[in-house]
């Protein structure tokens, strides 16, 4: 009666030991797929904002143009204009240089990162691509597994063949949600990179 008792705890003891590790294994999961997430919505604000200030011309492009009508004006006639009217338009010609400058610098800077992202991308979707072979891979090896244990049914105790089976079907969902999860990560970066390169 006490042997029995043992077993019967044991049992218990292995059932929620179990359960713990499914939990562990799904929260994991979640909080995996949820940091993709967030990573994937910064990032793509980021390219949102590098493309539009690439694709912009700079604002100061247009006033430099603009003082460059009138100083055409002025040199026209230099002779009758007070000093303190050049100084000005210098002065204005100088801050116009400068602010041109820093716009064009920002948006080889914005192309600078989404170059760096494009080469990253690329890489990250072949590295996926390979990520998926081997998930695919591993199916149809858990697959061959899966039948090859279903063909020796008779040679085999039920309880063995039983944990087989469920080592064999666990293991192929958790390659699917896997394979799952990544699927719309390729897609999406491919998707971007694509319509980046549609939009240059």
Do not use: C
């Amino acid at each position: 009666m006490d042997n029995l008792t043992i077993t019967y705890e044991s049992k218990v003891i292995i059932q929620k030991r179990v359960k713990v590790f499914v939990l562990a294994i799904i929260v994991i999961f979640g909080l995996l797929g949820y940091r993709a997430a967030v990573t994937t919505m910064g990032m793509e604000n980021v390219t949102n904002t590098n493309l539009m200030l690439i694709a912009r011309t700079p604002h100061s492009l247009i006033k430099l143009q603009e003082h460059s009508e009138k100083m055409n004006l002025m040199i026209n006639d230099i002779e009758s204009l007070p000093l303190k009217d050049i100084r000005s338009a210098i002065t204005e010609t100088v801050a116009l240089i400068n602010l041109t400058t820093r716009e064009i610098d920002a948006q080889y800077e914005a192309w600078i990162d989404l170059k760096a992202k494009m080469d990253s991308d690329g890489e990250s979707f072949k590295e996926l691509k390979g990520n998926l072979d081997t998930i695919k891979t591993l199916q149809s090896e858990e697959i061959k597994n899966l039948k090859k244990a279903l063909d020796d049914v008779t040679a085999e105790e039920a309880s063995t063949q039983f944990l087989s089976l469920l080592v064999s079907f666990v293991v192929g969902v958790f390659s699917s949600i896997a394979a799952s999860l990544m699927y719309p990560s390729i897609k999406l970066r491919a998707k971007s990179t694509i319509e980046w390169i549609v939009k240059s």
